[in-house]
């Protein structure tokens, strides 16, 4: 046997031992993977939807909305709200009332924005003591019409201001939360038809 035929050999058995031992070990992580996830959509839908001591669950046309009661009434909506950023998609729990005016609550579920920029959309450590003031300024706005200001505090119910040196991800959050709560409305009201 040559010595180029010896090689393939090795390396074919090198990455089919490589290969199964992967495989064998996601057996093992995919579920503690998933377990996971589900805790942190469950801790951001009980962010998102603080008036709620009840939750129920309903997918309808690509959305699973979390409907919040209290005392058999439903205090909120909530639902996973996905799009582009500057870097990756960025995903986020939006809770808002029932009839889809206002925001109750936005939580970010995942994002690969620029560190130390965009990242802020998330957690921004150079705030203390208000290190989510970027998500926490949602809570109350109106929907339908997000918009965002820069170098100035908000003016309007429906206006947010954008983190400085970060407006791509900023601008990315408001036109995502445009554009799903939108889209969630229709499939909210779809339910009942």
């Known amino acids: 046997m040559n010595t180029s035929a010896k090689m393939i050999l090795v390396l074919t058995v090198i990455s089919a031992l490589s290969g199964g031992l992967l495989s064998y070990w996601d057996s093992f992580t995919s579920e503690k993977i998933e377990a996971?996830?589900?805790?942190?959509?469950?801790?951001?839908?009980?962010?998102?939807?603080?008036?709620?001591?009840?939750?129920?669950?309903?997918?309808?046309?690509?959305?699973?909305?979390?409907?919040?009661?209290?005392?058999?009434?439903?205090?909120?909506?909530?639902?996973?709200?996905?799009?582009?950023g500057f870097q990756d998609i960025i995903s986020m729990m939006v809770g808002v009332t029932p009839d889809f005016s206002h925001i109750t609550g936005l939580a970010i579920l995942s994002?690969?924005?620029?560190?130390?920029?965009?990242?802020?959309?998330?957690?921004?450590?150079?705030?203390?003591g208000m290190e989510t003031w970027f998500t926490d300024q949602f809570k109350g706005k109106k929907t339908g019409n997000l918009t965002y200001v820069k170098n100035q505090k908000p003016r309007?119910?429906?206006?947010?201001?954008?983190?400085?040196g970060a407006t791509i991800s900023s601008n990315a959050v408001v036109t995502i939360l445009n554009e799903k709560i939108s889209a969630a409305k229709a499939a909210f009201e779809s339910i009942n038809e």
């Open 36 to 84: 996971y996830r589900q805790s942190e959509i469950q801790k951001a839908v009980q962010k998102v939807l603080p008036e709620s001591d009840e939750r129920k669950e309903i997918q309808q046309n690509g959305f699973t909305f979390y409907i919040g009661y209290k005392n058999g009434e439903i205090t909120g909506i909530s639902f996973v709200a996905e799009g582009g």
């Open 156 to 164: 309007s119910d429906s206006e947010i201001e954008a983190i400085t």
């Open 111 to 128: 994002q690969k924005e620029t560190p130390g920029l965009g990242t802020k959309i998330d957690y921004d450590p150079s705030r203390e």
